[in-house]
């Protein structure tokens, strides 16, 4: 096989396809890259037996073939290249790379070794806006828990045309806290609902942003199949496996209606929960809010054995009961972060209910938090 390209095609195909490919013991060709020349042009694929993502280089091919390279060693040298045309050659179990006035040979394996990778399963097609889908996930995949005691609960949810929403429901909960996101799907009208891997979504939003970054085209296509979901974007396809099981019924922690509602800047309430979040025993990280509709204020106070003491307000627009919530101050700052709007409404019921924070006069977004039982 030999083929030439550019050093920023090869590069930002190299960064699409590389993140993939890991450390694995038992079969350690999987931290190498299949690069697979035809006729048509050259593909690059790594897969972990989860995940896997192919990518079309835009390359001048001269002979066709295939092989496997170390995925790092690769990436990390071809980044160290002058911008300039690179040619790729195999020469026995070698691939000889040469650009500018340097000349460099890269140990392989057969690629005959490397495992297949399945095709994407067409089975329920989708379209929808590529930027929107990907702020969508990281504003949901925050939520998702971080080990696999309950392996549902380290997945997002993804519900195509459920619970009388006419486009794409995402959902993610650690039974702390909750994160759900709804957008509109611009083609296709399947109602599914599955369970994508924490792992995934954000190896979709990585490659999503890498993308974008190339000027790409407006609009995603996913796909979801029995036990896989698949997507094609640009110059490059990921397919997952999904995760096994049924999600639980989130929305019955969902309160109807709140005692309390606060509306306050959000930036302003950041920088007062960053500030009491140095005033906190660390593991529980518990920060209090004191909402009052007389004061027109909410009151964010911490206390740590440690380290001392600390109380400031912000002006709130505050109507209903007075009320109090203690939080863990991580939850918070990860949903209002995530919220896009320069202010947020913060509903209460009690120190002992779930309280909710959304974009003021967004209904799209919400993100839900559990109190520390005091």
Known sequence: MKFTCTKENISHSLDLVSSIAGKQVNLPILSNILIQVNESGVKLITTNLELSVSVNLRAKVETTGSFTVPAKTLTDFVHLLPEEQVEFEKQNNEIFIKCGKSSTKIKGMDAEDYPVVPGIEEEHPYVLDAEEFKNSLSQ??????????????????????????????????????????????????????????????????????????????????????????????????????????????????????????????????INKIKAASLFTTIGVNAVSFDLSPEQNNIVISSTSTQTGEHSSEIEAEVKGEENSILLNHRYVLDGLQNIESEEVEFKVNSGDAPCLFRGKGKENYLYIVMPIRQ
Not at 181 to 188: E, H, P, R, W, Y
Not at 224 to 246: A, H, M, P, T, W
Not at 254 to 267: H, Q
């Open 140 to 269: 949901v995949v925050i939520a998702c828990a971080k080990n696999e005691i309950r392996p549902e609960l380290s997945g997002t949810f993804f519900g195509f045309f459920v619970n009388d929403f006419q486009g794409l429901t995402l959902a993610a909960t650690d039974s702390y806290r909750l994160a759900e996101k709804k957008l509109a799907v611009s083609q296709g009208n399947d109602e599914v609902k599955v369970i994508v891997p924490a792992r995934a979504v954000q190896e979709i939003i990585r490659l999503l942003t890498l993308s974008k970054e190339q000027q790409a085209e407006n609009n995603v296509r996913l796909w979801v199949g029995e036990n896989q979901i698949g997507l094609r974007y640009d110059d490059f396809e990921f397919s997952s496996r999904l995760v096994d099981g049924k999600y639980p019924d989130y929305t019955q922690i969902i309160p109807s209606e709140f005692k309390t509602n606060a509306v306050f800047p959000t930036a302003v309430m």
